[in-house]
């Protein structure tokens, strides 16, 4: 069971994006990092254990060449194994800073050069694996950034091409080494969903297709696929093979994000989030799911929801005209 905690405040609502809550925990100093995206600009909160805020900041999109201000489409935090950097995708390009916000270390402008007049430009899909950055574009494309032990010389090494549409998620663990391991996913708007191997050269194992519904949010959890999908259902898939193996009627409308730590987290627009246990039968290998908890955020349409620690104990919640994040903690 969970219970309501106090809740953060934020300027102002969060914008109606999936995936739109990125949180950074940090037990040395016994503080949590949220981030939320609202329009052209993204709010940074620190926060003690009890809910207490500490400290904001809020970071604004390049300008770029555009008359109007970009919107932001993602923030994110990317672990890697030296450093920690924070990630801002919008429709001009992407931004990355060190971990705090305090100083941008590097900038990249999307080409919009193949892009008709009626199409939007902008990058979405933020993830890190091993010592990459991998950011996800309107044109199906996914740029890989190799990332320096210090330092701003950060390198665009490679662009993947798996998608036709544009890139809703990415979702990486690491790497087990074994051959031929699955460690990254990618998802796009038409539902397909790429696994690859990383590496100084990404490779793509397997294509899983697509059913008529975007995929907004995925995760990787021990080689499985969680995939949610915008007819509120979640799939587990095989990462290697791309096979089935449940099929979740987990929520009425449409899911809005994952999280995992260890248990799966799913939010829909339905104002529902659910927590579910997975688990390998060590007879058949099957996947088991079981159903842990719901929580409904009453009158909300969810657009954010992330696990505040690894452990899985407590939970944060972003909505759509909600002027806070609805934090949650087991009892």
């Known amino acids: 069971m969970f219970r309501w905690e106090r809740s953060i405040p934020l300027r102002g ?11 950074l925990q940090l037990p040395a100093r016994n503080l949590t990092h949220f981030g939320v995206v609202h329009g052209p600009s993204a709010q940074l909160l620190s926060a003690a254990p009890e809910g207490v ?32 950097l924070l990630v801002l995708a919008s429709h001009r390009g992407i931004q990355m800073y060190e971990s705090d916000g305090s100083t941008m270390v590097y900038w990249h402008a999307l ?17 890190a694996s091993g010592h990459f950055i991998c950011v996800g574009t309107w044109s199906g494309r996914v740029l890989v950034f190799d990332i320096p ?26 790497a087990q080494g074994q051959d031929c391991v699955a460690d990254m996913v990618t998802a796009d708007d038409s539902g397909l969903l790429c696994v690859w191997q990383s590496g100084p050269e990404f490779t793509l194992l397997t294509r899983i297709p697509g059913f008529g519904v975007p995929c907004p ?24 093979t791309g096979n089935l193996h449940v099929q979740i009627n987990a929520h009425a409308r449409a899911i809005s994000a994952l999280d995992l730590a260890p248990e799966l987290l799913s939010a829909a627009e339905d104002t529902f989030v659910h927590i579910w246990k997975l ?24 657009c954010g929801a992330r696990f505040c620690d690894s452990s899985g ?6 909505g759509y005209d909600l002027a806070e994040i609805r934090r949650f903690s087991s009892v």
């Open 149 to 174: 032990a210090k330092g701003p010389n950060i390198v665009l090494s490679e662009e993947l091409a798996g998608h036709q549409t544009p890139i809703t998620d990415i979702a990486t663990e690491p």
């Open 313 to 318: 104990s407590s939970f944060a919640v972003t």
């Open 279 to 302: 688990s390998r039968s060590p007879e058949s290998s099957y996947i088991e799911v079981e159903h842990c908890h719901g929580e409904c955020v009453s009158d909300t349409q969810v």
């Open 13 to 23: 609502s969060a914008a109606a994006l999936c995936n739109n809550l990125s949180v």
């Open 217 to 240: 949010s995925v995760q990787l959890w021990q080689g499985i696929i969680a995939a949610g999908y915008g007819n509120g259902q979640v799939h587990l898939y095989e990462a290697t």
């Open 53 to 84: 805020p500490l400290a904001q900041r809020q970071l604004h999109a390049k300008e770029g060449a555009g008359v109007s201000p970009p919107l932001i489409t993602q923030v994110h935090w990317c672990v890697l194994p030296f450093r920690v």
């Open 111 to 127: 080409d919009s050069g193949d892009a008709t007049p009626v199409q939007a430009v902008f990058a979405r899909g933020i993830a």
